[in-house]
């Protein structure tokens, strides 16, 4: 019989897990506790941004005209607990305010909500970023809630999705990984061989592990990525002091084949709602388990990282006049969300920057491709441009901070020919100098000669 398959959490990786389980042939019922959320996506629509996700949902999403009908949504436990082989657990873990650590309310609420109801053998799975330890304390959780008793089952199934290639990440993994334990692992591997089937016979490598290591392989994954751009980011310090060119030395840096190119481009650092919470729950968890100096290095990751927003900051004061503030001078503001191929803006460092100019007397305008709205609502009290050409009208500097491909293909005469002057700072080291200068530009990079 064919497995039948749930999504609890219906936000950016859920509503991506449920319509890729639809894609690879699964009847799917995914559920949430925001009836709005469950309309939107009800109807084939997405409440974010990601390429190909809303094609995919309408693709499945039963009641669409031309759907296979394999997906649908509903707030109902106990309908999912009645209809699901497997049950994914995919809701969000976010920092706890005024803490490092990780908040684990959402997915324990979510465990118990579901175990209570499950009188019938079923795998749960977590595909949540959750501090190590968490899977061990919920298979037990599960055990003394679940009417079902030892008939059910939990295993670790992290995500490793990236904005921007969700769809491609969630169908065509790079790895899959499971974490197992107990006198049913065998089975609940069995049934998640089952699941993944298409993309394992396409050559994705299936890894099993214990549940403790399964849940350390995503933050070690982030913490390991955040190292590597906190690098390239602190080296980018360096050649700023010593006069040396950050760009080439990370094109030298990227011919070793022991460290690659990937990731190796200085800026204003990384942001999302990912990558900078989960090394603090890392470094938090560490710290519970008596093993804190062994991440000790990821403050100073987090450190170089913040610190490269106030870099742009003053790299900015001194291109308007270096005054103690920007009061007067009129900031373009190119890019709003964390990175491109979103609309994310959680823990952006362009409007981070953009927001600490504004604080400090400056008329910042900014233009994102696809997080206008988003940014709206988090940052009202900043200008907001259509075209990052009326973004730039006027503007004493302009600013590129999120690396759009949009961006890279601006013609710089006509930005020029709007601009009070033609002077642009590269927070993202993405832009061709040689094709800005000769439209007459003064171009600045972090980390990179003036000329």
Known sequence: MALKIT????????????AAMAELGFEVLALDVVPEKIELLSSGRVPMYEPGLEELLRKHVAGIEGSTGRLRFTLEWAEVADFGDV????????????????????????VESLAARLTRPALVVGKSTVPVGSAERLAARIAELAPAGPEVTLAWNPEFLREGYAVQDTLHPDRIVIGVNGPRAEEAERTLRQVYATPIAE?????VTD??????VKTSANSFLATKISFINAMAEVCEAAGGDVAKLAEALGHDDRIGRKFLRAGIGFGGGCLPKDIRAFMARAGELGADQALTFLREVDSINMRRRGHMVELAREAVGGDSSFLGKRVAVLGATFKPDSDDVRDSP??????QIHLQGGQVTVYDPKGMANARRLFPTLGYADSALEAVRGADVVLHLTEWREFRELDPAALGAAASRRLIL????????ARWREAGWTYRAMGRPNA
């Open 87 to 110: 049950h994914f657990v995919c809701v969000n873990t976010p920092q706890k305010h005024g803490e490092y650590a990780c908040d684990m309310s959402y997915v324990d609420a979510a």
């Open 203 to 207: 050559g994705s490598p299936f890894v």
């Open 350 to 355: 362009a409007l981070n920057v953009a927001g």
């Open 211 to 216: 549940f403790p290591t399964a849940e350390l």
């Open 426 to 433: 590269d927070g993202r080291n993405a832009l061709d100098p």
């Open 7 to 18: 999504v609890i959490g219906t936000g950016y990786l859920g509503a991506t897990h449920a």
